[in-house]
C-alpha cells in the first residue's frame, strides 16, 4: 500500500532537504470522496477524477497492514522514511488519526506530511494534535486559501491560528509557490518547503 516515491516524478524517494534528509519517501492513496468530508472544495472537482488508473485501497482492514508495511520499511531504511499522506483520500475518522500518532511514537525515525480538508470537526481537531505533538515530524497542512499564522474570521476553534495551510492558485495573500509545479527543483524530496516552513504554500490547479 504504500508506494514508493521513485514511482511519482513528482513526489521523488531520497529526501534530500533539510530536517528529513537521508530518509526515504513513500506515499499512500486512499479513495477520494469515501474518505473524504463533503466540504472540501474540491469535492466536484478533485483531480482524481483524471486519475482513473491510480491504485487506490479501501479502509476496510487498511490499518493492521499498513502497521506491517511500517514495521517492514522502518527495518529496510535505518534512517527512517516520510509518509506522504495523502494523493487521493484524506483523515476519514478519529480512529484513524490515533493509529498514525501511534506509529510515530513506536518509530521515533517516521515523519508526515501531507493536506487536510478537514476543518472544524473532531477530525480536524484530532490531526491538529498530531501536528502539536509531533511538530519535527508530522506536518499536515490544512487546504483552504488562508494564511498561516493570522486569525480568521470569528472563527471559535482556539487552534485555527497553529495550522500550516495550503491554498489555490487564486490565493493573494502572503504565500510561496509550490517549487515542483513552477519547475524550480526536480521533486517533492529535494524541496521540504512544506514541512519545513509555517507559509502557506500554493498550488497551481490541476
Known sequence: ???????????????????WE???LYSLTLEERKTCPTT???????YGDNMPFAHRFTTAGLIPKLKEEIDSLMNKHPDGI??????????????????WEEMLFV???????????RKGDNI????????IRFDQRCVIRCSDNKEAGKPHGNSQEPFVQDWK???????????????????????????????????????LSH
Not at 40 to 46: E, F, L, M, Q, R
Not at 124 to 131: G, Q, S, T, V, Y
Not at 169 to 196: H, I, M, R, Y
Open 40 to 46: 472540501c472544495h474540491h469535492w466536484n472537482d478533485c
Open 82 to 99: 516520510v509518509i506522504r499522506l495523502h494523493v487521493l483520500g484524506d483523515f476519514y475518522s478519529e480512529d484513524y488519526v490515533r493509529f
Open 165 to 203: 495551510y495550503a491554498a489555490e492558485e487564486s490565493f493573494e495573500g502572503n504565500s510561496f509557490d509550490c517549487p515542483e509545479q513552477t519547475g524550480k527543483v526536480k521533486s517533492c524530496a529535494a524541496c521540504g518547503l512544506c514541512w519545513t516552513t509555517k507559509k502557506t504554500v500554493r498550488f
Open 124 to 131: 480536524a481537531h484530532a490531526i491538529w494534535l498530531l501536528n
Open 107 to 117: 518509530h521515533p525515525k517516521l515523519c508526515l506530511f501531507g493536506y487536510t480538508s
Open 22 to 24: 537521508g530518509k526515504r
Open 1 to 19: 500500500m504504500l508506494k514508493p516515491g521513485s514511482n511519482n516524478k513528482k513526489l521523488g524517494f531520497k529526501i534530500t532537504s533539510k530536517r
